[in-house]
């Protein structure tokens, strides 16, 4: 006969997430700064392929006037790399942010485990 144990790993499964979540809880503004910092990189992502498709819209266009044409191709260009270094920026600051808060909650842990020894 096979016993399952779903219900320890479940329990099991909670308890680190509480333990974890209350330790974040405790970094608070770290936590935010890195989930933020995270967010704006992601956004960035999602917005790179849209102005990569207007700059080859731009640089497709034949019959059009050429000046309009590299206007626009230029614009979707500084926006390209404008995006690009906004991601770059938050991805670093995220990972210090995150190196700190890893920092802060190891040290809790630390301190947590010899007050109760």
């Known amino acids: 006969m096979i ?31 890195v989930a933020g910092a995270i967010l704006v990189a992601t956004a960035t992502d999602v917005l790179l392929p849209v102005f990569a498709g207007r700059l080859v819209d731009a640089v497709a266009l034949r019959g059009a006037d050429r000046e309009a044409a590299l206007d626009q191709a230029l614009i979707a260009l500084g926006v390209l790399i404008g995006l690009g270094l906004v991601a770059l920026i938050m991805r670093h600051l995220a990972f210090l942010a995150i190196i700190r808060l890893t920092l802060a909650i190891m040290i809790d842990v630390v301190h947590d485990a010899f007050h109760r020894v």
Request: overall charge positive; glycine content about 6%.
């Open 3 to 33: 016993r399952r144990r779903s219900a320890g790993r479940a329990d099991t499964f909670r308890d680190v997430l509480r333990f974890t979540f209350a330790h974040w809880r405790r970094q608070g503004r770290l936590a935010s700064w």
